[in-house]
């Protein structure tokens, strides 16, 4: 394998530039191709538009969230009170999210208005990292599009809604910009100057905030999937090895076991960091969405 080809092997974009190729299981040769819509070049690649494996994980993890909270919400509407612990497991974590992160951060009034987009987000992106767990399935969040659209909606909604509490879009901008004080003569040439680079700055900043939203999200599904992949090659390279008469057959029962228990620890971490991530995606939006409301503070 040429360099160039191991990096295109790792091009984030080349899954979901091929997304409508879904190897659920290639060793045993069960594979879907999946109906394409229409193809386009961007910047010299080749990208296919059509149903992707993606969207039917995001179509799973929204089916499994009707599952659970369908029933529930109608348990409460009629006044009875949520039974079973996974409900009662959810139900804290929801009540941690709006007593410890949308309170803090936006203030108990205004979130009461935007704990239905925060909390939606936040299981949404957490059974989604959470298929990534499942064999022969995967993680709609280790894509870059997913992510990117998921960081998209929070912009608008922490942008459009901070112009709304500045009553319009002029005022918003103003938040954006600082006053020096122009005390001397020196002060009075170079004030005008910082106040416009810092008024860029701020400016950019409020899109890379957006980037930054998806590009962890994405990063930190991505990197621990490719660990347990990587860790898991060492059992069929070392068999491939012993065959070709490269390698004793004891190093073979020596990796396999240490390639397992070393998979199944990262396993556990990528548990964690499956709610780790989907937090901090909340915790960052509703952050941003305070200052955007109360840029004072």
């Not at 959810?90 to 925060?118: C, H, N, W």
């Not at 962890?216 to 491939?240: D, E, K, Q, Y």
């Amino acid at each position: 394998m040429t360099f160039q080809e191991f990096v295109k092997s790792f091009n984030p974009f080349r899954e979901a530039a091929d997304g409508n190729h879904w190897g659920f299981f290639e060793s045993a040769k069960i594979e879907f191709h999946l109906p394409k819509f229409f193809e386009f070049t961007l910047f010299g690649q080749q990208f296919e538009v059509g149903l992707s494996k993606f969207m039917i994980l995001q179509l799973i993890a929204a089916g499994i969230i009707l599952a659970l909270f369908v029933p529930a919400c109608r348990r409460i509407a009629k006044g009875d009170v949520p039974k079973g612990r996974l409900t009662n497991a959810v139900e804290a974590l929801l009540l941690f999210l709006r007593d410890q992160v949308a309170y803090p951060t936006i203030g108990e009034k205004d979130s009461k208005r935007f704990m239905p987009f925060l909390w939606s987000a936040f299981v949404f992106i957490l059974v989604m990292n959470l298929l990534g767990m499942v064999p022969f399935m995967g993680s709609a969040t280790a894509s870059l599009a997913v992510t990117g659209v998921l960081a998209l909606i929070a912009f608008f909604v922490i942008h459009v809604n901070g112009i709304k509490a500045a009553h319009g879009f002029g005022k918003y901008l103003h938040h954006f910009q600082v006053k020096i004080d122009r005390d001397d003569a020196m002060m009075k040439i170079l004030a005008p100057i910082i106040e416009f680079l810092v008024f860029g700055l701020e400016v950019m900043g409020a899109f890379i905030r957006g980037i930054v939203l998806a590009v962890r999200l994405f990063a930190n599904m991505l990197a621990g999937h490719t660990a347990m992949f990587v860790l898991l090659s060492f059992i069929p390279m070392i068999g491939v090895a012993v065959q070709a008469g490269q390698a004793h057959e004891g190093w073979f029962w020596v990796i396999t076991p240490i390639s397992v228990i070393a998979v199944t620890l990262l396993g556990m971490l990528e548990l964690f960091v499956a709610f780790l991530q989907a937090f901090v995606f909340v915790f960052l939006t509703s952050t941003f969405l305070g200052a955007a409301l109360h840029p004072e503070h």
